[in-house]
């Protein structure tokens, strides 16, 4: 009788694990759809449910779940809600890799470790911000007399401080006693950039997009801002979304292009972004005029703090556009610009 109770128990447990087997892969595709379709939180999601019910860590699941959340994470805020969900998943990966290399797919393995070197790049930065010699540049506020701050920045480059270098860069770029030097600050930038600086590759793209220290260059700009997106860099996807909204030397103006570089940001969060969207909705560029669908953005860029997505929310509330006319709420909208811009 014990033999027979134990072997109906037996595969009672092997159906139940089959069972959840099945509707661990159910998820797991639901999981890939979403993620084609960019909904990329559903994705998450729908993969945790799936580890869950398969009851262990798998390398496929993992990877879905790292290139989902790569899509959500701004790596230029170290307190991104996502890095630490992140950064958990990657070092899995990479360990079940080491351990595991001739199961691991190498164009996979490529994507994971070049998000590792982004996450490892942003801990540094974080890390040379803390510098003793960094922070006494940093924290100098004498601004008739920069010449304690440079001494100061030029100490922690000499320990390889890359945010010093890019501080050096700001310096010359925004100008000291009113006094701009583009070319000096060209010429920090390129030295942090060559340490893979994600805000050095952006500011070298601005240089050539607005024609700073060289030849307003598009194409040239395109290539800097490309290498700071592969640094991590948001602000770089917005960049690039601008330039091929507008077109210029070297460039065809292409708003399709511009839209989905636009959207790889605000994916990240990025409220100026959500606002040049909502500004293609508005005005019928590229795609089809939708009052509604640019409130829509508007709305997103004001509630993710984006100074003239508050401006326009309000307007859009005092006039009716795109939505029910309330006055009440364009006045707190306008209230909130003008408190962010305090």
């Known amino acids: 009788m014990k033999q027979v109770l134990l072997s109906v128990f037996t595969i009672l447990c092997i159906q139940t694990f089959s069972q959840d087997q099945l509707k661990a892969k159910i998820e797991y595709q639901e999981a890939?759809?979403?993620?084609?379709?960019?909904?990329?939180?559903?994705?998450?999601?729908?993969?945790?449910?799936?580890?869950?019910?398969?009851?262990?860590?798998?390398?496929?699941?993992?990877?879905?779940?790292?290139?989902?959340l790569d899509k959500l994470c701004d790596y230029e805020n170290p307190k991104d809600k996502h890095l630490p969900h992140l950064t958990k998943e990657v070092d899995a990966y990479m360990k079940f890799s080491n351990a595991n290399e001739d199961n691991v797919v190498e164009d996979k393995f490529k994507t994971v470790y070049n998000i590792q070197k982004i996450i490892n790049r942003l801990k540094e930065t974080e890390a040379f911000k803390t510098m003793p010699e960094y922070l006494a540049g940093y924290n100098d506020t004498n601004y008739t007399d920069y010449t304690t701050k440079i001494a100061s920045y030029l100490k922690a480059v000499e320990k390889g401080n890359s945010m010093a270098m890019v501080r050096l860069g700001f310096l010359n770029y925004f100008g000291m006693k009113g006094v701009?030097?583009?070319?000096?600050?060209?010429?920090?930038?390129?030295?942090?950039?060559?340490?893979?600086?994600?805000?050095?590759?952006?500011?070298?793209?601005?240089?050539?997009?607005?024609?700073?220290?060289?030849?307003?260059?598009?194409?040239?700009?395109?290539?800097?801002?490309?290498?700071?997106?592969?640094?991590?860099?948001?602000?770089?996807?917005?960049?690039?979304?601008?330039?091929?909204?507008?077109?210029?030397?070297?460039?065809?103006?292409?708003?399709?292009?511009?839209?989905?570089?636009?959207?790889?940001?605000?994916?990240?969060?990025?409220?100026?972004?959500?606002?040049?969207?909502?500004?293609?909705?508005?005005?019928?560029?590229?795609?089809?005029?939708?009052?509604?669908?640019?409130?829509?953005?508007?709305?997103?860029?004001?509630?993710?703090?984006?100074?003239?997505?508050?401006?326009?929310?309000?307007?859009?509330?005092?006039?009716?556009?795109?939505?029910?006319?309330?006055?009440?709420?364009?006045?707190?909208?306008?209230?909130?610009?003008?408190?962010?811009?305090?």
């Open 180 to 342: 701009k030097n583009y070319p000096e600050a060209m010429s920090w930038f390129k030295k942090a950039a060559a340490k893979e600086n994600a805000t050095a590759l952006e500011y070298l793209g601005n240089m050539y997009s607005y024609g700073y220290g060289s030849s307003e260059d598009y194409g040239q700009a395109i290539q800097w801002y490309t290498k700071a997106v592969n640094a991590g860099s948001t602000e770089a996807l917005n960049a690039i979304g601008r330039l091929y909204n507008y077109g210029g030397i070297n460039l065809e103006k292409n708003t399709a292009e511009a839209l989905a570089w636009y959207t790889k940001a605000a994916t990240k969060g990025h409220g100026a972004s959500m606002y040049n969207i909502g500004l293609l909705y508005e005005r019928g560029t590229g795609v089809a005029k939708s009052n509604e669908e640019a409130f829509a953005w508007f709305k997103k860029s004001a509630d993710h703090g984006y100074y003239y997505g508050m401006q326009k929310v309000s307007k859009c509330y005092e006039e009716g556009i795109g939505v029910t006319k309330n006055l009440d709420l364009a006045i707190e909208y306008i209230q909130k610009a003008i408190d962010a811009n305090k």
């Open 32 to 68: 890939e759809a979403a993620y084609s379709e960019e909904r990329y939180e559903e994705a998450i999601q729908k993969l945790a449910t799936a580890e869950t019910l398969l009851g262990k860590w798998a390398p496929n699941i993992s990877y879905l779940t790292i290139t989902s």
